[in-house]
T-cell receptor, first 110, second 116 residues
Framework: KQEVTQIPAALSVPEGENLVLNCSFTDSAIYNLQWFRQDPGKGLTSLLLIQSSQREQTSGRLNASLDKSSGRSTLYIAASQPGDSATYLCAATGFQKLVFGTGTRLLVSP | GAGVSQTPSNKVTEKGKYVELRCDPISGHTALYWYRQSLGQGPEFLIYFQGTGAADDSGLPNDRFFAVRPEGSVSTLKIQRTERGDSAVYLC??????????????FGEGSRLTVL
């Protein structure tokens, strides 16, 4: 059974810092890995999807990497801004469904 | 519509009552998923539809929970004899293509269910 863990559970940084969020998964037989953002009381917004054959994906200030063999993914946020404050969730895609981690709550202070 | 639409956005009910939650996926998306999210937790899988059929319902917690998608578009999650432990946000997502491994998932805003 796939289990997904995210570290840290919460992170507070001053504006402008570069930061890394970590995601690990126990079953390396995944099809892809997705990173989502969730604002309080809202649904999930897809940020990046990395196919199993890929190593990384980039979108603006976000870069996500995937190492299937070690069961790890990282989300790198460059030059963080207060608007980046949210919960970030990673999800590993196995056959027919995503398995989510519990998320990292990020607070970026001005 | 432009995105996944879920109604109601909020539902407060009493223990023992019956509840229906509706999901209208993105037009053309054949795959539809229901997830449940408790406070401070990640979403947990409930059921996956491919077209009209439930391809995987292994996440439904018990037989009080049931979901349908009769025409391969709108889906309804039905909860009978609600219990306080059913309180959560119920999220719906859809994707294009035959299986989740080919496509990105798009989520609705969720239906927050509170059972008193």
């Amino acid at each position: 059974k796939q289990e997904v863990t995210q570290i840290p559970a919460a992170l507070s940084v001053p504006e402008g810092e570069n930061l890394v969020l970590n995601c690990s998964f126990t079953d390396s037989a995944i099809y892809n890995l997705q990173w989502f953002r969730q604002d309080p009381g809202k649904g999930l917004t897809s940020l990046l999807l990395i196919q199993s054959s890929q190593r990384e994906q980039t979108s603006g200030r976000l870069n996500a990497s995937l190492d299937k063999s070690s069961g790890r993914s990282t989300l790198y946020i460059a030059a963080s801004q207060p608007g980046d404050s949210a919960t970030y969730l990673c999800a590993a895609t196995g056959f027919q469904k995503l398995v989510f981690g519990t998320g990292t709550r990020l607070l970026v202070s001005p | 519509g432009a995105g996944v639409s879920q109604t109601p956005s909020n539902k407060v009910t009493e223990k023992g009552k019956y509840v229906e939650l509706r999901c209208d996926p993105i037009s053309g998306h054949t795959a539809l998923y229901w997830y449940r999210q408790s406070l401070g937790q990640g979403p947990e899988f409930l059921i996956y539809f491919q077209g009209t059929g439930a391809a995987d319902d292994s996440g439904l917690p018990n037989d009080r929970f049931f979901a349908v998608r009769p025409e391969g578009s709108v889906s309804t999650l039905k909860i009978q004899r609600t219990e306080r432990g059913d309180s959560a946000v119920y999220l719906c997502a859809s994707s294009f293509g035959g299986a989740v491994n080919t496509g990105e998932l798009f989520f609705g805003e969720g239906s927050r269910l509170t059972v008193l």
